[in-house]
């Protein structure tokens, strides 16, 4: 079942959505050749409790830490460690905070020190699949659009869309209906409707889309060892389009 939003609900998950894109602008200038990915999942951690919010990954399914941090071949929820990120890699933070009852969710990859060619292509381009997935967001338009929209994208520029992970309806919940794949036919699958609340995350691989789970049971990689990128936004269906709840008015991303 999909859960329809509420006004009142919406009010309520911009917070949360807020909260979560904050904390991408808030550890930006921390991420720095040298600094361990725990380090970054402690000061996340830290500042989502400030704001009397709780990470919702900690604990989640297991998941044993705040933030999902994903370097280089590393498609997603990479756990945070010891490992030191250097010059020339590319991190995807996901951050997703739970306040007064609901969920937001938002991830972006960033460079460590300045960008290399291949990476800010790839990363460029993972911008911009994501930018038109939500374009076509609207009540009336279809699930499929979005994946559409996303592949056309993506393959026309070379790259591979992962397919064993999506998007996702958001709110009470987590992860709840519908899942939002990053592929498919324009008109297909559910009809979108006014105050659904959803994630888009596509992940794009330089290589092949085939990806394997590392034995810690949650670290999916590239199979081929090629670089990986995501962005992720909570959208809100309008009548005529979308809300970017994951978006700070006046930023870029
Ligand atoms: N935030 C991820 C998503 O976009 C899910 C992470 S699940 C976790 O859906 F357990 F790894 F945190
Ligand atoms: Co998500
Ligand atoms: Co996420």
């Avoid at 909260?19 to 720095?32: N, Q, R």
């Avoid at 380090?39 to 500042?47: G, Q, T």
């Avoid at 009540?139 to 869309?161: F, K, P, R, T």
């Avoid at 999916?220 to 990128?229: E, K, N, Q």
Wanted: charged share 20%.
């Amino acid at each position: 079942m999909i859960h329809i939003k509420t006004d009142d609900e919406v009010e309520i998950m911009r917070k949360s959505c807020q909260l979560a894109a904050s904390v991408l602008l808030m550890i930006e200038p921390h991420i720095k050749a040298g600094v361990t990915t725990n380090y970054l999942n402690d000061i996340c951690h830290e500042f989502i409790l400030s704001k009397d919010a709780i990470p919702s990954p900690l604990n989640y399914k297991g998941f044993p830490k705040s933030i999902c941090t994903s370097v280089n071949d590393e498609i997603c929820h990479g756990i945070p460690s010891d490992r030191k990120i250097r010059n020339g890699d590319i991190v995807n933070l996901d951050i997703t905070c739970y306040l007064n009852g609901f969920h937001g969710d938002t991830n972006k990859t960033f460079f460590v020190g300045s960008p290399r060619k291949k990476p800010a292509k790839l990363v460029s381009a993972c911008g911009q699949a994501i930018r038109k997935g939500i374009s076509v967001v609207k009540a009336g338009a279809h699930l499929g659009d979005i994946g559409a929209s996303i592949q056309e994208y993506v393959e026309a520029q070379g790259y591979s869309i992962v397919r064993e992970f999506c998007g996702h309806g958001i709110g009470r919940n987590f992860h709840e209906e519908p899942q939002v794949l990053h592929y498919g036919t324009y008109g297909q699958g559910v009809e979108l409707k006014k105050n659904m609340v959803f994630t888009i995350e596509p992940m794009i691989n330089e290589g092949k889309p085939d990806l394997r789970i590392l034995s810690d049971n949650w670290t999916a990689v590239t199979m081929d060892g090629s670089l990986s990128a995501q962005f992720e936004h909570t959208i809100l269906v309008t009548e005529d389009g979308y809300e970017v709840m994951t978006e700070i008015e006046g930023t870029s991303f």
